[in-house]
């Protein structure tokens, strides 16, 4: 089993580009999570899913559009990337309680 | 905002000693968990205690909780140079699997 996995894992973007960060599950969870990490700081929730079919913002929600195509994919799309937006972008899933994390994607906004 | 503060933000010690991080947070919550971070890397679940506990082992892991300061603390006993990494307490208020996540303290263990 894979876990969670996250596609691209390195991306350089212009401003005012769009682009689209995939996440799949293997793990049959129906909660899925989309985190941005930026320097020396803990992680943020952007967007959360608690089951197939619905979305939530979280702490920090502007800029970014969610979709969860099933119950294995959760995307987050960025329509207009701006520098602020510079982070690693982690996707996470729970079961019960705990989360598991995919290895993470580096996005550049220049 | 944060609900987490971590204290401290780095560590630095040599292999064998125990390292200590604390954690503080601001409204009640259903459980506490940590979180390590190798560089680089996705997080990796560690402990999870829960609000009516007040210790919990796991390994060479020793976590406490105290509700009444809203704090917690993660020992690492007997430390090794592969425990270098970050550590982020998260805290569970709804029960509904969302969490807050802290800071982090970067921990440094020397060989």
């Known amino acids: 089993n894979a876990g969670v996995t996250q596609t691209p894992k390195f991306q350089v973007l212009k401003t005012g580009q769009s682009m689209t960060l995939q996440c799949a599950q293997d793990m049959n969870h129906n909660s899925m999570y989309w985190y941005r990490q930026d320097p020396g700081m803990g992680l943020r929730l952007i967007y959360y899913?608690?089951?197939?079919?619905?979305?939530d913002k979280g702490e920090v929600p502007n800029g970014y559009n969610v979709s969860r195509l099933n119950k294995r994919e959760f995307s987050l799309r960025l329509e207009s990337a701006a520098p602020s937006q510079t982070s690693v972008y982690f996707c996470?899933?729970?079961?019960?309680?705990?989360?598991?994390f995919g290895p993470g994607t580096r996005l550049l906004v220049l | 905002s944060q609900q987490g503060e971590e204290d401290p933000q780095a560590l630095s010690i040599q292999e064998g000693e125990n390292a200590t991080m604390n954690c503080s947070y601001k409204t009640s919550i259903n459980n506490l968990q940590w979180y390590r971070q190798n560089s680089g890397r996705g997080l990796v679940h560690l402990i999870l205690i829960r609000s009516n506990e007040r210790e919990k082992h796991s390994g060479r892991l020793r976590v406490t909780l105290d509700t009444s300061k809203k704090s917690s603390s993660l020992l690492i006993t007997a430390s090794r140079a592969a425990d270098t990494a970050s550590y982020f307490c998260a805290t569970d208020e709804t029960s509904g699997s969302r969490l807050t996540f802290g800071e982090g303290t970067q921990l440094t263990v020397n060989p």
């Open positions: 899913s608690a089951s197939e079919g619905t979305t």
């Open positions: 996470a899933t729970t079961g019960l309680e705990t989360q598991y």
